[in-house]
């Protein structure tokens, strides 16, 4: 009995595929009321993933180092780092759980973590694939306050709750 496992947990890993990062931009939005907007993005996103042989089959962790969101306003880096607590939460990570095909394109199911904080998220995403490659765009926000982070005030200006998030991770099948 444990051999006829053996053998069927191989070739179930012999089906699966690593997804690895090929070209990514995850940006951030949120304005300062009375001034502008703040910006931050990366390119440093990494990926645990894999797949079977759907689209729906992805699962696994996104994630980047904190440190790499960079705005183009560095005063205010230094306030967006402080918030966000990096010297205690180094990265923000999103866990895919499952994903769902809807008629136009998916939605994702899995937890954001931001500030040592897990929380279910759904995220409506376009998903395509060609070749051997995986294109994950999308969009989608969440309230710093849900993760207990109290959005900055900076004299008489105050930074919004709401966070808008934009997304583009184009992904290789690896074996």
Known sequence: MFKILVIMSLSLAAIAANLNVQKS???????????NEINPSTR???????????L???????YFETI?????KEDRDKHMYELLNIEK??????DITNIIKNETNYTINGFLTLNGLKKDISIKSNIEEQDNQILLSGNFSF??????????????LTVRDQIDINYN?????AK
């Open 68 to 72: 790499s969101l960079i705005s183009q």
């Open 89 to 94: 939460y180094k990265t923000i990570s999103f």
């Open 25 to 35: 931009e995850i940006i951030a939005h949120t304005e300062v009321f009375g001034d």
């Open 143 to 156: 309230n710093l306050t849900d993760f207990k982070l109290e959005p900055p005030t900076m004299f008489f």
């Open 44 to 54: 440093n996103v990494k990926a645990q993933l894999n797949i079977d042989k759907e």
């Open 56 to 62: 729906e089959s992805i699962k696994g962790r996104i």
């Open 169 to 173: 991770i184009k992904l290789n099948k």
